[in-house]
T-cell receptor
Framework: DTGVSQDPRHKITKRGQNVTFRCDPI?????LYWYRQTLGQGPEFLTY????????KSRLLSDRFSAERPKGSFSTLEIQRTEQGDSAMYLC????????????FGPGTRLTVL | AQKITQTQPGMFVQEKEAVTLDCTYD???????LFWYKQPSSGEMIFLIY??????QNATEGRYSLNFQKARKSANLVISASQLGDSAMYFC??????????????FGEGTQLTVNP
């Protein structure tokens, strides 16, 4: 069993473009989380899913951000009309709520908005 | 609101020596969990160790141990016998068991550890 994977690892885009990131959690992990990490800071919570249900969204998740987990497996995070302030590392994590409190993170997607 | 404080932006240690990374937290909930993660320059967050608020004993995982002092609200990470590969950013994080916040993690700002040969 592999760990959490994210695609792409790096994304460079121009301001105003839309971008989409994918996260594949550890198999059978029912909870999936998205975090954003800017340079020199710790990760900040964006949103999380239990199976396909999005149960909580941070105030950081503006209306330009949308996340889905349609079949309770992989998840996508889309940012519309990107701004330079969106430049950050986007981290995905997963856990199995029945077995562990620990969230396991993927390698992240580093977004640069020019 | 919960808060995590890491007061050491940077720490240096000689190879094979022990080092303590500080973490204090603030929460009003009786049930919470504390984590330490390591983030190398590659960016991936690597789980190191976990301590539950009701755990009676300090957690240990190999060379990592967590010095949990509940009354002082501190959860310091101790790394014994430092290795060059331990050079990385270290984050303390807390999970708060509150219905409205689910199980999100709140992170500190991190401590950059450098192990010198």
């Amino acid at each position: 069993d592999t760990g959490v994977s994210q695609d792409p690892r790096h994304k460079i885009t121009k301001r105003g473009q839309n971008v989409t990131f994918r996260c594949d959690p550890i198999s059978e992990h029912n909870r999936l989380y998205w975090y954003r990490q800017t340079l020199g800071q710790g990760p900040e919570f964006l949103t999380y899913f239990q199976n396909e249900a999005q149960l909580e969204k941070s105030r950081l998740l503006s209306d330009r951000f949308s996340a889905e987990r349609p079949k309770g497996s992989f998840s996508t995070l889309e940012i519309q009309r990107t701004e330079q302030g969106d430049s950050a590392m986007y981290l995905c994590a997963s856990r199995h709520s029945g077995f562990t409190d620990t969230q396991y993170f993927g390698p992240g997607t580093r977004l640069t908005v020019l | 609101a919960q808060k995590i404080t890491q007061t050491q932006p940077g720490m240096f240690v000689q190879e094979k020596e022990a080092v303590t990374l500080d973490c204090t937290y603030d929460t009003s909930d009786p049930s919470y969990g504390l984590f330490w993660y390591k983030q190398p320059s590659s960016g991936e967050m690597i789980f190191l160790i976990y301590q539950g608020s009701y755990d009676q004993q300090n957690a240990t995982e190999g060379r990592y141990s967590l010095n949990f002092q509940k009354a002082r609200k501190s959860a310091n990470l101790v790394i014994s016998a430092s290795q060059l590969g331990d050079s990385a950013m270290y984050f303390c994080a807390m999970r708060e068991e509150v219905r409205t916040s689910g199980s999100r993690l709140t992170f500190g700002e991190g401590t950059q550890l450098t192990v010198n040969p």
